[in-house]
T-cell receptor, first 115, second 111 residues
Framework: EPEVTQTPSHQVTQMGQEVILRCVPISNHLYFYWYRQILGQKVEFLVS????????KSEIFDDQFSVERPDGSNFTLKIRSTKLEDSAMYFC?????????????FGDGTRLSIL | GESVGLHLPTLSVQEGDNSIINCAYS??????FIWYKQESGKGPQFIID?????DKRQGQRVTVLLNKTVKHLSLQIAATQPGDSAVYFCAGISGYSTLTFGKGTMLLVSP
């Protein structure tokens, strides 16, 4: 069964550094998402992306964050200057293939640790 | 905005029992709900969904019930197995495509 893949599985970065999290969505999907999950808390929406532009974003997704679909297969989340509170699991999701807009299918996440 | 929450943080059952996980939501405009299962170190895995024009939907060993009057969702798992042990999240749509998740219920299945 097709799946969303994310790399790396664990990223350790110094505070203030830039980090790029990578995702390969399911190939025929059209909608892409990033969510994050701080340890022990619920999954929180960051941003959705469709037709090469952001369609929705949350308050968490401030100017430090950006997303890009640099080619036909990858979808990236960049955090420009990381803060300690950015430490979390980051999940990529995709949807919108032949099955319709829903449901969203998630990758296994990237654990981001900011030191 | 949407608020989706779970009544019980942990549910412990014996293998073979039926499990019921509950969820309350606040946004009556939500028209789509999903149950996800999350195992340790994994991302949320889709289990079953339901639209607001339905009150029940069945899958393989799972049933979702929706009570719009009291804004309540439940996930029933029949003949629970140790492999069902995980955190279960309900999620509802808010906005065009945003999922709002509850905090999750840990299901522990003892052999």
């Amino acid at each position: 069964e097709p799946e969303v893949t994310q790399t790396p599985s664990h990223q350790v970065t110094q505070m203030g550094q830039e980090v790029i999290l990578r995702c390969v969505p399911i190939s025929n999907h059209l909608y892409f998402y990033w969510y994050r999950q701080i340890l022990g808390q619920k999954v929180e929406f960051l941003v959705s992306f469709y037709n090469n532009e952001i369609s929705e974003k949350s308050e968490i997704f401030d100017d430090q964050f950006s997303v890009e679909r640099p080619d036909g297969s990858n979808f990236t989340l960049k955090i420009r200057s990381t803060k300690l509170e950015d430490s979390a699991m980051y999940f990529c999701a995709s949807s919108g293939g032949a099955g319709g807009l829903w449901p969203q299918h998630f990758g296994d996440g990237t654990r981001l640790s900011i030191l | 905005g949407e608020s989706v929450g779970l009544h019980l943080p942990t549910l412990s059952v014996q293998e073979g029992d039926n499990s019921i996980i509950n969820c309350a939501y606040s946004n009556s405009a939500s028209d789509y709900f999903i149950w996800y299962k999350q195992e340790s170190g994994k991302g949320p895995q889709f289990i079953i969904d339901i639209r607001s024009n339905m009150d029940k939907r069945q899958g393989q060993r799972v049933t979702v019930l929706l009570n719009k009057t009291v804004k309540h969702l439940s996930l029933q798992i029949a003949a629970t197995q140790p492999g069902d042990s995980a955190v279960y999240f309900c999620a509802g749509i808010s906005g065009y495509s945003t999922l709002t998740f509850g905090k999750g219920t840990m299901l522990l299945v003892s052999p």
